[in-house]
């Protein structure tokens, strides 16, 4: 008898040590509203938690992705509202994971109708969402000087219909807006004798081409070339100059694909696989030994692209040791004159069946807007950029005050950004296209041909041809999936 | 006797007793059973007859056996199918070599110990680990095999994961490599427990070293190769992690994915998951279909006499 206790003892032992790891570090702040949290938290390997509480019976479930360094912002923010609201909020549990989880542990909770009150949704998931009854408009419980506030790109990622994106209730606020821009490397450009691009008036393509002529060099002389005048940055790096052609691959209802008779996209195409079979960037078999971001950060290339979440890296004299600066991808002669660029988002949404949706919106336009939050995130008061302002005014203000006078170390030519967020007379963005469909399963085959172009395989004209049939097919999968949300 | 009848005989207290006891030590794993294999199972099966995407409904979207019609007219699928068997051109040879060495170090040399270990390391490292490591070992400019080349030829090393050839060719070297230790370690456990005296009365009979290994040491050690066929064959349809280490977007031309790498593509990266659910019940179906033909093949060169 004692054995067989003792067995189911050390059987019970096991199972528990084998299931221990699946449990997430929970910990939990003590007081009511105080003003200096000593939160203790251990951030477990793939996410933490953190509860806030106040005296109140509400009950408030975030789960967002984001970095440490930006979760102890964002929590000083959580903190604050729950002491503004510490008669209503009974607690808020602040569950954090890494992006790579975030999918998979949404798609999890979608599957156990078991959602959290806030949490994220990218433009090119809106129309899912709602579709599939997840989110709340926020029409009713956002004011418009609230939205009024944040860049006007951002006000319309998040608006949907019933049909088209763009238009329509509004389901989220902005947690950030990023945009994929150019940059030079000032010393490369020096060494040269070439002047720096101008911010007002970037480059055409022939502007370009002849620049980046004058930047690949055999440094050594040892009848190789070891320095390019610009480097391939995969498919996100390809797109601007092919939209700063006027290309658009799909129909404007983006139900069709057209590629073989889109002459904007030829000689896009064209320009951007010349770069490499002209040797102005390095070869697509040098590419695989060491990606364009490596070379461009061991100072080899002299243009390359810059998303404002790389504006960090670049300014880390130990990471790119090289004087450098933003401009604008170059203008095709086929398209309206302004440089264009992709951007990207992610917002808080509110979710559908929660049990508070006014205090849920009221947290997330603090998440998004409050201005104390968004000087800390833009590192006007910290001195350390994560993400540019979701507020234009401070952007254009106190932001760009900041830049200018030294204390915040970020870009001079920074305007380009907000070019690039806000539209003018250079500089456009918007969302992809891939942003508009259920999936970039289209995008795939036409990615994935153009190195057979870079290799000298196969022209222009014969690939597009080629592809426009199976990026359709692909195309219509995500267009049927799209509609096959059911409420 | 014939045609008595079964009595049914009466439990004891303290069998029953026996009984409980072993339904309570049988309950763990049975309820494990159910809950992580044979219900993911059924979910599975019933995901693959749906357009499933993880957020829209999936009994609102149920579609028969399209999924699997359409997996059957994707060329891409066929690709990926006909890649992973491509690399199953390492098993044999990963058990030629295996058994190589391992008749090697069955003759006693020095440093045996040693030279196992070294070989069964890679067995025991974290996969991802060591396929960032030949990344770099194959890289086109910098990395070791091509500065080899480079130090011997003076020519330029080929690209090892940029051409869409060249890249099989490297993920069944990695997948030899990885895997060699395994195949030694069984070959030496078999080759130990074959009895000396099949070999001396062979040597006493004039049998030649060719003719000893081949209607000795082969037939004696089918077991183990029988085995290491098995679950390199089910292992060799379940590539994953190397390809979406080493060829993350599957390869120039998608030449380096394999099935498991398209059915994560399509599952997670896509968001189709019911196409994806498919996929893997085609693969197990295959998995399980060329096992048990193997099975039913062994009676006709496994020996289990020793």
């Given amino acids: 008898m004692k054995k067989k206790v003792l067995a189911m003892i050390l059987a019970l032992a096991m199972g528990t040590a084998a299931l221990s790891g699946c449990q997430t570090v929970t910990t939990e702040e003590a007081g009511e509203t105080s003003t200096e949290p000593a939160a203790e938290t251990a951030a477990a390997e793939t996410g933490s938690a953190d509860s806030m509480k106040g005296n109140g019976d509400k009950t408030i479930n975030v789960f967002l992705y984001m970095q440490e360094h930006e979760k102890e912002i964002y929590k000083g923010l959580i903190e604050e509202f729950v002491a503004e609201h510490k008669d209503e909020i009974k607690e808020v549990v602040f569950e954090v994971t890494t992006q790579d989880e975030y999918n998979t542990k949404m798609i999890a909770n979608m599957t156990a109708n078991d959602m959290p009150d806030v949490f994220y949704v990218g433009p090119a998931g809106v129309r899912s969402f709602v579709d599939n009854g997840y989110i709340l408009p926020l029409d009713d419980y956002v004011d418009a000087e609230t939205i009024g506030k944040i860049w006007g790109t951002t006000q319309s990622i998040y608006r949907y219909d ?49 620049v980046c002529k004058a930047l690949t060099i055999d440094k050594d002389g040892d009848g190789e070339i070891d320095q390019w005048g610009v480097a391939n940055a995969n498919q996100f790096g390809m797109t601007p100059y092919l939209y700063s052609n006027g290309v658009q691959f799909l129909s404007d209802d983006m139900t069709k694909v057209n590629v073989a008779n889109n002459e904007a996209l030829k000689n896009a195409l064209e320009f951007y696989t010349n770069l490499t079979l002209d040797g102005l960037t390095p070869s697509v078999d040098q590419d695989t030994a060491l990606g364009g971001y490596q070379r461009w950060l061991d100072g080899q290339i002299g243009f390359y692209a810059c998303g404002t979440w790389d504006v960090a890296a670049f300014m880390d004299q130990a990471t790119f040791p090289y004087k450098w600066n933003l401009c604008g991808w170059p203008v095709g002669p086929d398209g309206d004159g302004r440089s264009h660029t992709w951007m990207g988002s992610v917002g808080y949404c509110v979710s559908k069946t929660t049990e ?5 919106a009221e947290l997330i336009a603090k998440l998004s807007t409050d201005e104390d939050g968004q000087k800390a995130v833009s590192g006007i008061t910290t001195g350390n950029s994560i993400q540019l302002p979701n507020i234009s005014d401070l952007a254009y203000g106190e932001f760009l005050d900041a830049v200018n006078e030294g204390k915040l170390p970020f870009p001079s030519n920074v305007r380009v950004l907000f070019g690039y967020f806000e539209g003018d007379e250079h500089y456009a963005a918007a969302l992809q296209e891939t942003d508009y469909t259920y999936n970039s399963e289209w995008f795939t085959p036409f990615w994935s041909g153009v190195q057979n172009i870079q290799r000298g395989n196969i022209s222009v004209a014969d690939f597009l041809t080629e592809v426009e049939p199976e990026m359709q097919k692909a195309l219509d999968n995500a267009i049927e999936l799209q509609n096959s949300a059911t409420n | 006797m014939a045609g008595s ?10 069998a029953k007793r026996e009984e409980r006891w072993a339904w309570l030590f049988i309950a763990p794993p049975f309820i494990g059973f159910m809950c992580f294999m044979a219900y993911p199972i059924v979910f599975a099966l019933i995901v693959s007859c749906s357009r499933w995407t993880g957020i829209n409904s999936l009994w609102g979207n149920l579609v028969g056996l399209r999924n699997y019609i359409e997996i059957f007219q994707d060329a891409k699928f066929w690709k990926a199918m006909v890649t ?3 690399y199953m051109i390492g098993i ?16 006693g040399i020095p440093g045996k110990r040693l030279l196992t270990t070294m070989y069964y390391v890679p067995v025991v490292s974290s996969l991802v680990a060591v396929s960032i490591l030949w990344a770099w070992v194959f890289n086109y400019d910098y ?3 091509n500065g080899i080349y480079k130090a ?24 030899v490599w990885k895997g060699l230790g395994s195949s030694i370690i069984l070959y030496l456990a078999g080759l130990q427990n074959i009895p000396r005296d099949y070999y001396e009365a062979a040597e ?44 993350a977007s599957g390869g120039p031309n998608y030449s380096a994915a394999t099935v498991v790498f398209y059915l994560y593509e399509k599952a997670f990266t896509n968001g189709q998951l019911g196409y994806g659910s498919a996929i893997a019940v085609i693969l197990a179906i295959i998995i399980f279909m060329i096992t048990a033909l193997n099975f039913w093949g062994q009676n006709k060169w496994v020996n289990t006499d020793i």
């Fill in chain 2, 5 to 14: 009848k079964k009595v049914k005989v009466k439990m004891s207290q303290m």
């Fill in chain 2, 84 to 86: 992973t068997i491509i």
């Fill in chain 2, 204 to 247: 006493i009979d004039g049998a030649s070293g060719w003719q000893r290994f081949r209607n000795i040491t082969l037939p004696l050690l089918s077991p183990v190769t029988f085995y290491i066929l098995i679950t390199s064959l089910i292992g060799g349809f379940q590539v994953f992690v190397e390809v979406q280490v080493m060829a």
């Fill in chain 1, 162 to 210: 019933g049909t088209n994106v763009g238009e329509g209730s509004l389901y989220a606020l902005p947690k950030d807006l990023s945009c994929f821009a150019f940059a030079y490397n000032a010393d490369l450009f020096d060494a040269a004798g070439l002047e720096y691009p101008d911010p007002e008036k970037p480059y055409t393509y022939d502007e370009f081409i002849e």
């Fill in chain 2, 92 to 107: 044999p040879i990963g058990m030629i070599l295996g058994m190589t060495i391992a008749m090697g170090l069955n003759r």
């Fill in chain 2, 143 to 145: 990395g070791l095999l």
């Fill in chain 2, 152 to 175: 011997l030829t003076g020519a330029h090393g080929p690209n090892w994961l940029g051409d869409e050839h060249m890249i099989k060719v490297s993920m069944i070297i990695f997948m």
């Fill in chain 1, 356 to 360: 508070n949706p006014d205090l849920c």
